[in-house]
């Protein structure tokens, strides 16, 4: 007779009320990208410009990117909501600022707002100079 595996995923779904996690917002300039994990990383939900219906242009506007945070938001608090949140931004993109501002609205009390954008240190090597 087989025995009866409990799945990981079962278990992640059975999660209600998450009282601190991380909000992180990855911005370029081309998309934006909101993932909600818990303290130990492990994703409770995300949305994306993208993943909100916006194609081409329109999902690097400022407005794409609240509407991806709301989203986010929206699905944490139907899971059981979160009391405490800790934002982290990453990326130059046009809606890093707006979903940060769609997050602060939303409710939910933010401990701190980190910018992780990796910044060179004087970057690549450039190219040699032409000779005509």
Do not use: Y
Not at 22 to 36: C, D
Not at 65 to 79: F, H
Not at 82 to 92: H, N, R, S, T, V
């Amino acid at each position: 007779m087989p025995r009866l595996i409990k799945k990981i995923g079962s278990l992640r779904r059975g999660k209600r009320g998450i009282p601190k996690g991380v909000i992180h917002i990855q911005a370029s300039f081309n998309n934006t990208i909101v993932t909600v994990t818990d303290v130990r990383g492990q994703v409770v939900s995300w949305s994306s410009a993208g993943a909100r219906g916006f194609k081409g242009t329109k999902k690097s506007t400022s407005f794409a990117a609240q509407t991806a945070a709301e989203n986010a938001i929206r699905m944490l608090i139907d899971q059981g909501g979160m009391e405490q949140a800790e934002i982290i931004i990453k990326g130059p993109g046009p809606g890093r600022d707006t979903a940060s501002r769609a997050i602060r609205k939303s409710g939910v009390v933010l401990n701190s707002v980190r910018d992780i954008t990796p910044m060179p240190h004087n970057g690549c090597r450039p190219p040699k100079k032409r000779r005509i």
